[in-house]
């Protein structure tokens, strides 16, 4: 077998291994809804060997930057970004002063209640349509990504990095610290997104951006 053929089956290998590990990793994480609290805690520090592993594996050899790797991040992102735009959009329609004492009152202290309390409505409405309208885009991005042949989509997520940091600068002009509406808190969650989701996507594919 040639050198070049080796690499190729050597290469088709490790993969196979990083994707079993991520399977692996997904299963883990279903089965944490039904745990007890000691299983729970062996479950996760399982989940993140696996995960350990999985990014050992992906920064110490190469692989086809269009492959399947590559491809079950994107997808994993989409499903979660999908996830968060829906959850973005249920919470627009409900006070967040009352989800937080519905779900934490007794951990919250009652300063920062009343902090919350102080935040206009609408502001908080805006503040999470605008979130679920950041996803929803960047998920169209990532879904024409996966759709591409593109043989190193690494490349496009690196273009899209870019976008997204252009993008966030130009909301943070649109809008004054001192504004509560709902255009405001729209503009506000819009940007919020396109860093929180750049900084996922460096991590995700372990990009180094260049300052």
Do not use: W
């Amino acid at each position: 077998m040639s050198d070049y053929r080796k690499k190729l089956f050597r290469g088709a290998k490790i993969e196979d291994c990083i994707l079993d590990f991520i399977d692996m990793e997904k299963e883990l994480s279903r089965t944490l809804d039904t745990a007890n609290e000691q299983e729970r805690q062996l479950l996760l520090g399982m989940s993140k060997a696996y995960r350990l592993i999985v990014n050992r594996l992906v920064r110490e050899f190469d692989y086809t930057k269009g492959g399947d790797i590559v491809n079950t991040k994107i997808k994993d992102l989409i499903n979660s970004l999908k996830r968060r735009a829906s959850e973005a959009k249920e919470q627009s329609k409900n006070n967040v002063l009352d989800i937080v004492n519905g779900m934490y009152y007794n951990d919250i202290p009652e300063e920062a209640k009343d902090e919350i309390a102080s935040v206009p409505q609408e502001l908080q409405r805006g503040l999470f349509e605008g979130m679920a309208l950041g996803y929803e885009k960047i998920v169209i991005d990532l879904e024409l990504l996966l759709d591409s042949t593109d043989s190193d989509k690494v490349v496009q997520i690196e273009k899209n990095l870019a976008k997204y940091k252009k993008l966030a600068e130009m909301l943070k002009d649109k809008f004054k610290e001192d504004e509560v509406d709902f255009r405001s808190g729209y503009i506000q969650g819009e940007m919020s997104v396109y860093h929180m989701v750049r900084e996922e996507l460096l991590v995700i594919f372990n990009i180094n951006e260049q300052k």
